[in-house]
């Protein structure tokens, strides 16, 4: 079993800055592949980021892609998500997720991932 733990979230102002956290345990998740999605007020979850064990390949939605950057710490067995430049519409609860089996193409699809936390909430005033 695996278990991810959110933290970092919090109240920011349009411009801001925030890095999120993801810490995981259980036996032989730090070679999982890892991702963030965000669920905002009244919209479905969505992707934010992924990256694979390597650290090598990441992943990011087209409205995150130059502001937010994911990176991993396998000897943690941690995962985080700088977060710059944010804006009001980045407001959402955070969700860390890790997928076992992580097949190419997929990264952007929540049904890859076969664990989730309980999430994190941003809110980015303006």
């Known amino acids: 079993q695996v278990q991810l733990v959110e933290s970092g979230g919090g109240l920011v102002q349009a411009g801001g800055s925030l890095t999120l956290s993801c810490a995981a345990s259980?036996?032989?998740?730090?070679?999982?592949?890892k991702g963030w999605f965000r669920q905002g007020p009244g919209k479905e979850r969505e992707f934010v980021a992924a990256i694979r064990w390597s650290g090598r390949n990441t992943y990011y939605a087209d409205s995150v892609k130059g502001r937010f950057t994911i990176s991993r710490d396998n000897a943690k067995n941690t995962v985080y998500l700088q977060m710059n430049s944010l804006k009001p519409e980045d407001t959402a609860v955070y969700y860390c997720?890790?997928?076992?089996?992580?097949?190419?193409?997929?990264?952007?699809?929540?049904?890859?991932?076969?664990?989730w936390g309980q999430g994190t909430q941003v809110t980015v005033s303006s």
């Open positions: 997720a890790a997928a076992s089996v992580l097949n190419y193409g997929l990264e952007r699809s929540s049904n890859s991932y076969n664990y």
């Open positions: 259980g036996r032989t998740s730090s070679s999982y592949a």
